[in-house]
């Protein structure tokens, strides 16, 4: 064996090790008992530390080496080489007693953010949120990938993104949504959003996202779905991905969108090629990559006419009396609507990157120093007036509402945005090779689709960078206009503007 | 830290690896996608071998070696070493390649059993038990912790007992049990077993066995029931212990009775005393002491008519049209049906000992190698006809019935019987000293008798070895008088006999 088959080999007893933490951290979201939580914290440590023990071993570093010296890597082996380099220097930079104390920070603050939020007080909050940023600045320090702090957070979650590449993507969206807000807020036709809002019988929600699921061509025989609190979607192996959905009994969107979305998720990881099955490269590429093929999946196909031709009578069939009267233009139209809302995760397609640029914009300050973290709450409302022409009557509404700063999660949600706009781009290029696409929706047919995320995208796993296969894939870099123009061609005709 | 303290940090992260370990089987059983079973045994494989590779470190045999040379240990620290070092030793004394040999063995040997048991056909699994039952002899070699090899097998699920030992309870058990299973079927007045053979609604067959286990004191906070194919019970951490159970829509006692049973072992796995938790000491003390927990639950309380006549109008209330014109002592005769049966699990009170005495005797015979595995179908149906006085008509209803042997578990099958004789034992202690106990049961009220089995037995885990406890407990050795007395005073009253 030489050093990359080594390297490979032990890679892969460390992504098995990974599938086994996957599974602490599923069976916590979906099945703990709630006396467990401690036991259980004490568990994924325990694993934690034995796959960083394994990462940083003499082992790991020599081999390395070793490979680098290789010549005419092939495009697998170079990939595994470079991943597994990016992982084991992720790890032998951080001293351990660093990681050690953003875990404990993060847990006291995701603690206090709970309280802060419940009492609408973010001083309660404040002190830990300090405390994680300037462990998160160390973090950046240590790392030290790219010449400003907020840049080497986000290659953590998006590699090869820095923030001024990110911010002229953004600024040249945020001009276009604005335009398209302003332009869809003074239509004088606007949808029900009020057919969502009815009651919804738990169970048979329940049942219709299984039928859509099975029907995106999610493997049963691979994965589950189950409930959960917040949906996510995990691998616990190289044929077992699972994802959850929530159900609102009052609110028909967070199930069946939940449910599409997440399975978006999981069509991605279900496709890497067998060759990089437990390996390094079997993950997503990036966050950006992956939230854009949930966002493909939820809001391309999943809110479009063509699916609901095909899904709807079937829905209608299980909610006879919700639906009656109500025409699939109706339905289409309010699963479709827009309004500037407080809550980033019930925000719509065409709001939601407002949400994400203010985040983004206030990261950058903060990590740079530029403002104080006890200004936040303020900046955080302004802005959202600036962005959304609406102020939170609470910082719970407000500040508050999501856990990733509790997390010290600095820079990952600017892949939020960045998914929405490699979806857009991706779809874009399919529907120029096969421009009948969305017919086959309405025969309830959608394994074109994932024919060609899987050949192009899905397969690939980490082999190739973000941006490289944004280029291969359509031909050119991150284009924020495919996203804008999906945008207009689907809402002004909804708002009939 | 002295060498004990050390010991006991390396073996409260043993344990919490072996925790983990338990998910994965839990989750195997529970949850997984039938596609991936292979990802996950590479996932058990691994796991195995790192809590293998701990276990025989040099540092813990160095540990082992210097803990005992302390003196004046404490009753945890000196039974923390006791346990230690029997769970070292059986993994050094093991060659990696026996085990490993023995591990991919079962897993074909379990395929084979399964086709030979759906083919009827005993020749298909022949060849690979007879490869197991070779190995396992090697087993007994490696081990050699007692003269015979087979006391040497038992020994690894109940410490401390030997054939001798246990031949000589069960022999005296076998004519007490043949005269009572006579003495029952000349009554001419037999419960009627059709009532249990309605339509039984599943859901609601559910809802009653999650009402019942709570009323027993399973604590949902920390721990969960859920559905297999075959019920068990296992932890996954000091604060968390699930069971299973499996509901047949044409059969009541399944679901019910596997419920209490199940839930008894839990109940014990939920007992132990804090200072032995994440410990080498936080486990049954033996398979039979296990089994005694579950027994004493299952039916000495739940097939007693004090536990029914609480229950039983509840029952009642959710299955009107079953229990219509049943009375709550043909309701209670029929959940005490005595009948000889070809199938252990479904075996009553009286008869199960049988079918465990024919398999002990049999695999005496194997491991001697007294008989040929080829003879063992012609064998095991003799000695049901001697024992039970019927003949199965395929091998499917004979020696292929269980899942054991395929496993490569010899040894393991006398302790189901020697569980019904610790129970009886350990109970009819807990109806000295407390007489009104069943009474209690009438009320709803079960958290006396768990506090006897609490104070006595639970919170030791592995601190006393199991025939220490029964003499702590009972004040005697093991006297299977106290199991055919309890059978006597209750079945002939049930058969008027």
Redesign the interface.
């Given at each position: 064996m030489n050093a990359i088959e080594e390297l490979k080999k032990e890679f892969s007893?460390i992504t098995?090790?990974n599938?086994?933490r996957a599974?602490?951290g599923w069976?916590e979201q979906v099945?703990?008992?709630?006396?467990?939580f401690?036991?259980?914290a004490?568990?994924n440590a325990?694993?934690s530390k034995?796959v960083h023990e394994r990462l940083i071993s003499d082992k790991i570093g020599k081999l390395i080496k070793e490979a680098e010296k290789l010549t005419d890597l092939n495009l697998i082996d170079s990939a595994t080489l470079r991943e597994a380099k990016r992982e084991y220097e992720l790890e032998v930079k951080l001293p351990t007693e660093l990681v050690e104390e953003i875990s404990k920070t993060s847990s006291h603050g995701y603690i206090k953010w709970v309280e802060a939020r419940e009492k609408n007080d973010f001083s309660i909050f404040q002190p830990l949120l300090e405390k994680l940023i300037g462990l998160k600045i160390q973090v950046a320090e240590k790392l030290d990938t790219h010449p400003d702090p907020y840049s080497t957070l986000i290659d953590l979650y998006e590699p090869g993104a820095t923030y001024d590449w990110i911010a002229n993507i953004f600024n040249k969206s945020k001009q276009n949504l604005n335009h398209i807000i302003k332009k869809l807020n003074v239509s004088s036709d606007k949808p029900d959003f009020s057919i969502l809002t009815q009651k919804w019988n738990v169970d048979k929600q329940w049942d219709f996202s299984m039928e859509v699921i099975k029907g995106l061509n999610y493997?049963?025989?691979?994965?589950?779905q189950d409930k959960s609190v917040h949906p996510f979607t995990t691998s616990?192996?190289?044929?077992?991905t699972?994802f959850t959905t929530r159900i609102d009994e009052d609110f028909f969107s967070p199930c069946i969108f939940g449910s599409i979305h997440e399975c978006g998720h999981a069509l991605y990881e279900m496709g890497f090629m067998e060759s990089i099955h437990?390996s390094v490269l079997a993950d997503g590429v990036s966050m950006g990559i992956h939230e854009s093929q949930s966002r493909i999946w939820e809001n391309m196909v999943g809110r479009s006419m063509e699916f609901w031709k095909y899904w709807y009578p079937i829905l209608k069939n299980s909610f006879p009396n919700n639906l009656k009267d109500k025409s699939i233009n109706d339905f289409y139209r309010s699963v479709n609507t827009v309004q500037p809302s407080l809550i980033r995760v019930e925000a719509d397609e065409v709001t939601y990157g407002m949400h994400i640029i203010l985040r983004f914009e206030l990261e950058k300050d903060i990590i740079e120093g530029n403002v104080r973290v006890s200004e936040l709450p303020e900046l955080w409302n302004e802005q959202m007036e600036n962005l959304l022409g609406i102020t939170p009557p609470t910082n719970s509404d407000g500040v508050l509402q999501d856990v990733h700063w509790s997390r010290g999660s600095f820079g990952y949600f600017p892949t939020y945005f960045l998914g929405n706009l490699y979806g857009a781009q991706f779809y874009n290029t399919a529907l120029k090779q096969y421009p009948s696409l969305p017919n086959d929706y309405e025969d309830g047919n959608f394994s074109n689709l994932l024919a060609f995320l899987r050949d192009n995208i899905h397969q690939y796993g980490r082999i190739y960078h973000a941006r490289d296969l944004v280029k291969r894939v359509t031909g050119e870099e991150l284009n924020p206009n495919y996203f804008i123009e999906y945008l207009e061609k689907k809402f002004y005709p909804i708002y009939n503007v």
């Open positions: 007893e098995r090790l599938y086994i599974l602490l069976d099945n703990l008992p709630k006396g467990s401690g036991a259980r004490e568990q325990l694993m034995i493997d049963l025989n691979k994965g589950r616990l192996s190289s044929s077992d699972r437990d």
